[in-house]
């Protein structure tokens, strides 16, 4: 690429860095929480930032609320999707923030409120360049979509699975601006894949009586602690990585082993995250109903996951249950341009090497995977900072990362 240009860019970024903080901080001030949803007011606001720097947009719903805004840079054969998402979980209690969660406050380097790192510090980034690069002067040689979706916090159902399903959005790989930073090492990654989920609603049954005489029941709540533990077994399952992300996955187990989340590289892990039992505080339960959470790693599948829960709960009288949500692990191969392009440039404006990683979460990048477009994560925000009051981005990460995907997407315009 052009070394002129590169530089052009860079330079550009840092003149505008108080841009950048400014329409961070717009964001955060447009509420966008979901639940309940609508996002309407948010993605008028995005809509017409692409409209005023003069690319083609178009809006696309399949609930009204909740728009799809698609803008495209460049003209020909699509190649790089740059992708973000526009909602935000709910801001909860307000007693437990410092400050206004849609103040959009900027204080001592960081911008705060509810979206600053989850996502609208990396929804800024891809706007700021986007009005950088297409005030460029280059011939571009291909297309770059720029897709900004209404309902990554619930699930994607009408924003990103919905466009995927109907293939009203194209391109050959994909950047999401999701952030990717780690407070407790100050240092950023990107994600190239991701576990997989099984998540299981078990019901035990029991038998009920008065709560002086348990001995006439059989107690629900009792049984459900045995099958927890039966359960909890699956904790010690270990699956072998993949051979072409196996380097990437030993590389990382010093860095997840100082954070405690070493095993989530290669183990199932297991949350028993609902217990639901009981009516009465004398009355011996009858049913006992509990949910729960398996990560999947990648080495193994879902389904295999599906039969394990079977296995070890066959021999378990009175229990059912059933599979309430089903997701396969996704990884992108290291050696994928967009990973490569990722590292590359992050690493660069951060000044520091940024790796390639498999996130312990789900997120929107595997749904990409499972449409056959490579995807990857890279974003300005701490992890530690994501879905808490006194949310937070840093101006000198958010400065980083606009840096980085104004490079990214000229390199795929212009080669």
Known sequence: MNEGLIEKVRKEVKAREEELISLCSQLIKIPSENPPGDVSNIASFVEEFLKEIGISVEVKYKVREKPNVIGYLGRGTPSLIVCGHVDTVPAGDRRHWERDPFSGDVINGWIYGRGAADMKG?????LLAAKIISQMEFEPRSKVTIVLVPDEETGSKDGLL???ENKLIKGKECAIAEPTGNAALESYSVDIGERGAVWIRVKVKGKAAHGSMPMLGDNAI???YKVIEKLLVLNELRFEPPADVKE????IRPMYSILGIERTLD?????????????KVNIVPDTCELEVDIRVPVGTTAENTVKEVERVLKDVKDVEYEVIAMIDPSYTSPRARVVQEAIKWASEALSKKVVGVIMPATSDAGHFRRAGIP???LGPGYHEHVHVSNEKVKIEDLVAMCEA???MILSYLTE
Do not use: F, M, Q
Request: some cysteine.
């Open 222 to 224: 009792l049984k459900a």
């Open 122 to 126: 990396g929804v800024a980034c891809i």
């Open 267 to 279: 183990h199932l892990t297991v949350n028993i995250g609902i217990i639901r039992g009981g009516t």
């Open 162 to 164: 919905w466009l995927l």
């Open 375 to 377: 995807a990857i994560n």
């Open 248 to 251: 990437v996955v030993e590389n």
């Open 405 to 407: 995907y104004s490079l």
